[in-house]
């Protein structure tokens, strides 16, 4: 998974098994954190008697599927394919406070507002709530879904849990007693691959789909508010391949006001941009700026002065920053801090080479349609010709047999006359 982060005066990047942490204002060399040369997990021998000790662990790549960066911007957390859970403080300098082991392969992480725990997600429906303050402690169940969850985030009070999965659903439940169950967000005709909550709108969130839509909700009611079809945005022509034209959203992220929204599509060169409008009288998103990037975009993320930083396809120009002005937004040439993270990213080049190469996330999570009817008509048409090649040879031999027996009768009659 190639991605990047914010957090404080460091920027952060995930690609392959490594997590590059890179300060932008002081030449320093970066973190690096590889899981590959990380903590194994120890032998659990409770699990290999239940299990009967004949069993083969289910070992992973080390290959990093998610991160988090709590609101203070001094804790991080990643989950690997090998079940690691690594918690690091991250203020002046990096450390790793712990590492524990999740039950399943993880999709997202979140902290909490108060950063006492921070909640993972996984593959088969859970979450799974750590804490922050005791680090070694295992981690508790908390909720369950049917489907394996995508994305999830929490209210800025801290007082709703809001979680996605594969069957389209948005569940917003209590977070002390998540088996209370606020509301439900419907309307999506895919899975729900990313949520946003806006700074400065705690009653609005936002959810991104793989039928390629993104929708706006007043997540406390589950009433839906506004929708917007990005292929409609991008301007798609009819000649565009199938899979781009059912690109998912893979990430929403807001600027640190709230006034700029930038929504990436996964495979596509591109970012579109909303703004809160307040011109009606009420505020809505309503979609302005599309940019065009030169490159195949990786992921994105906004630094806390709001500029944009997007990761690139591209070994040459691995990054770029945006600034927003009149308007519009420009491409920085060149500036102290993109020149600092882009020498330092250039060394790990391979293994972002490596998450780059690596087949699309959600290809797997679409809808599979079958056609039955086709295979049925099929079917039937040859049923139907030869239930016609048989009773054709039928009435062939048919006719064919009565006129024998019609000479024969003929035959018989004129015998009888001749010896009367």
């Known amino acids: 998974m190639a991605a990047i982060g914010s957090c404080g005066d460091w ?7 490594k997590l590059i942490a890179i300060h ?3 030449t320093i060399d970066p973190f690096v954190f590889d899981c590959s040369k990380a903590e194994a997990k120890p032998k659990d021998t409770e699990t290999d008697d239940k ?4 069993g083969s662990e289910d070992k992973g790549s080390d290959t990093i599927l998610a991160f988090a960066i709590s609101p203070s911007g001094k804790l991080v957390a990643l989950t690997d394919d090998t079940k690691r859970l690594v918690l690091f403080h991250c203020d002046a300098s990096w450390r790793c406070i712990s590492t524990r082991w999740v039950v399943r392969r993880c999709t997202s992480l979140v902290f909490s507002q108060t950063e006492d725990v921070v909640l993972a997600s996984d593959k088969s429906g859970d979450v799974y709530s750590f804490s922050v303050v005791e680090p070694l402690k295992t981690g508790e169940l908390k909720l369950g879904h049917l489907s394996m ?17 594969r069957d389209e659903k948005i569940r917003v439940s209590h977070l002390i007693s998540p ?3 606020q509301s ?3 309307g999506h005709l895919e899975f729900v691959s990313a949520l946003l909550v806006p700074p400065g709108h705690s009653h609005w969130l936002l959810s991104g789909s793989g039928d390629g839509t993104m929708k706006l909700w007043e997540y406390e009611s589950g009433s839906r508010l506004q929708s917007w079809d990005l292929k409609q945005l991008r301007s798609t022509s009819t000649t565009e391949p199938e899979k781009e034209k059912r690109s998912a959203v893979s990430r929403l992220a807001s600027s640190p006001g709230g006034r700029h929204v930038a929504v990436q599509c996964e495979r596509i060169p591109m970012v579109q941009f909303f703004e809160v409008d307040q011109s009606a009288g009420e505020e809505r998103l309503v979609p302005c700026r599309k940019l065009t990037l030169p490159h195949c975009l990786l992921d994105l993320t906004f630094d806390s002065q709001g500029r944009l930083w997007v990761l690139l396809d591209s070994p040459n120009t691995p990054l770029q ?12 040439g060149e500036s102290p801090e993109l020149c600092r993270v882009t020498e330092a990213l250039k060394p790990h080049w391979e293994a972002l080479q490596a998450s780059i190469g690596a087949e699309s ?17 099929e079917k039937k048409q040859q049923r139907l010709e030869q239930q016609n090649e048989h009773w054709q040879k039928k009435r062939t031999k048919g006719n064919s047999q009565p006129s024998k027996n019609g000479a024969a009768s003929k035959k018989v009659k004129k015998e009888n006359k001749e010896s009367s």
């Not at 920027?11 to 098994?17: N, P, R």
């Not at 299990?51 to 004949?54: D, E, I, T």
């Not at 290809?363 to 295979?375: C, E, I």
């Open 51 to 54: 299990s009967g000790g004949g």
């Open 24 to 26: 932008t204002k002081q």
């Open 184 to 186: 439900f967000c419907l």
């Open 149 to 165: 969850l995508l994305a999830m985030t929490l209210s800025p009070d801290d007082k709703y849990i809001i979680t996605a999965d």
């Open 11 to 17: 920027i952060i990047t995930t690609c392959d098994k």
């Open 179 to 181: 088996y209370d169950i």
């Open 361 to 377: 996330s959600f290809l797997h999570l679409y809808k599979v349609n079958f056609d039955n009817m086709a295979s049925y008509r």
């Open 321 to 332: 920053i945006y600034t927003h002005t009149q308007d519009h937004w420009e491409c920085v």
